[in-house]
């Protein structure tokens, strides 16, 4: 027996509704891309192609709105004026793409000042069109380079706008507006004068803040690099100094109590090195030095002060405190095995350990630990000195 599935009315239009709903994004998607191109003149930016393509779409679209009011209202020379006013902005929007921008810029500020002085002759001073001239100057000052040319420009614009001015209270338009279309025009024109303005300086802030952000990033970046030792991931010597200085300012202001040094040093590293080599020797370092990250966190700082030889800055901590904090990482660290191959390697540490003599200075305290450090060595190692 054969079923036989007939297709409804309804599950047609459904299945249009469907397809028009999965190309609704598509459009959008494919207009972003086109406003968003990139130049192929890697001496051009894309930023300012991006700003001119905007503003070119939204005059086409202001010119479309007259042309829609023009339609309603009777009003032919408005629709002989907006004809090619939108055929010279769709053409403006076309030169973004011949990888010329700067005759892209010259062509669209160009069109700008000729429909600005065009509708002001034509329709007077009360059609609103001057207002544009904002836009101009707006638009100017985000896609020109250099200072002179924005200067220069920013004052013709002032003057331009004096002039129209000027001209509209000596003589009349060609085509008077009656009260109705001239408060259209004035909301119009509001409207779409904010508009393009906001969208410009959007676009340009946003792209002012992500290069910003990048640099911002890439300082970062730097200084990180220049502040940490690049095996451990540990501060350098430099900053660790850097540091101390910072703990030394905030105890004269008594943000803190106490402050104590110590240097670590692991013990018969060399031979770890003479055994397996010195990729061992590097992850022990890796290794160890993640174990002090974890456990100082709160309490201070640790670097990395030459070779297998660690500081360690205590805030806040006495030299009573900072021994049992000694004590409990030396004893973590001597029950810790060190993945290498086939290999498990454990090693030990020697600490020296001091209160920071404030009187006598940052040298002082780190060499009184590092004498300290001495003794246990030739003690034994595998202790803390105190």
Not at 34 to 58: C, G, M, P, W, Y
Not at 104 to 120: D, E, L, N, Q, R
Not at 146 to 171: M, P, Q, S
Request: with cysteine.
């Amino acid at each position: 027996m054969a079923i036989c599935y007939v297709k409804t009315e309804g599950d047609y239009f459904i299945a249009i509704r469907e397809s028009v709903g999965k190309m609704e994004p598509m459009v959008f998607q494919d207009l972003k891309k086109l406003i968003f191109q990139d130049v192929k003149n890697e001496n051009e930016t894309k930023k300012v192609s991006v700003i001119l393509r905007l503003h070119a779409i939204i005059m086409c679209i202001y010119f479309l709105s007259l042309l829609f009011f023009s339609f309603v209202s009777e009003e032919v020379q408005l629709l002989i004026w907006c004809v090619p006013c939108f055929c010279a902005f769709a053409a403006a929007f076309y030169t973004t793409y011949l990888n010329k921008t700067g005759m892209a810029v010259i062509v669209s500020h160009a069109i700008m000042v000729c429909w600005v002085i065009g509708f002001i002759w034509e329709f007077g001073w009360d059609c609103g069109a001057q207002h544009f001239i904002f836009v101009l100057v707006v638009l100017c000052f985000t896609v020109c380079y250099g200072a002179a040319w924005k200067v220069i420009i920013g004052l013709a614009a002032c003057a331009l706008r004096l002039l129209l001015y000027a001209y509209t209270n000596f003589y009349p338009p060609h085509c008077v507006l009656d009260s109705g279309a001239r408060v259209l025009f004035q909301f119009i024109n509001t409207i779409f004068t904010f508009t393009a303005i906001a969208v410009i300086l959007m676009v340009f802030a946003k792209d002012s803040q992500e290069m910003e952000k990048k640099l911002i990033q890439y300082n970062e970046k730097l200084h990180r690099q220049a502040s940490v030792d690049p095996l451990t991931g540990l501060l350098n010597r430099r900053s660790m100094r850097e540091y101390l200085e910072k703990a030394i300012d905030d105890y004269r202001k008594r943000k803190i109590d106490n402050l104590s040094v110590a240097i670590g040093d692991i013990d018969f590293f060399k031979r770890v090195n003479d055994t397996y080599g010195h990729e061992c020797g590097d992850i022990v370092l890796k290794s160890l030095a993640a174990v002090f990250k974890e456990k100082i966190e709160k309490c201070g700082e640790v670097s990395r002060w030459g070779g297998e030889e660690f500081l360690f800055v205590f805030r806040n901590l006495n030299g009573d405190e900072a021994l049992i904090f000694l004590e409990e990482l030396r004893e973590k660290l001597k029950k810790m095995t060190i993945p290498y191959k086939d290999e498990m390697i454990k090693v030990t540490m020697t600490f020296g350990l001091s209160e920071f003599d404030f009187q006598r200075g940052i040298d002082y305290s780190v060499s009184e630990a590092d004498g300290k450090l001495y003794k246990g060595k030739t003690a034994g190692r595998d202790r803390i000195v105190y």
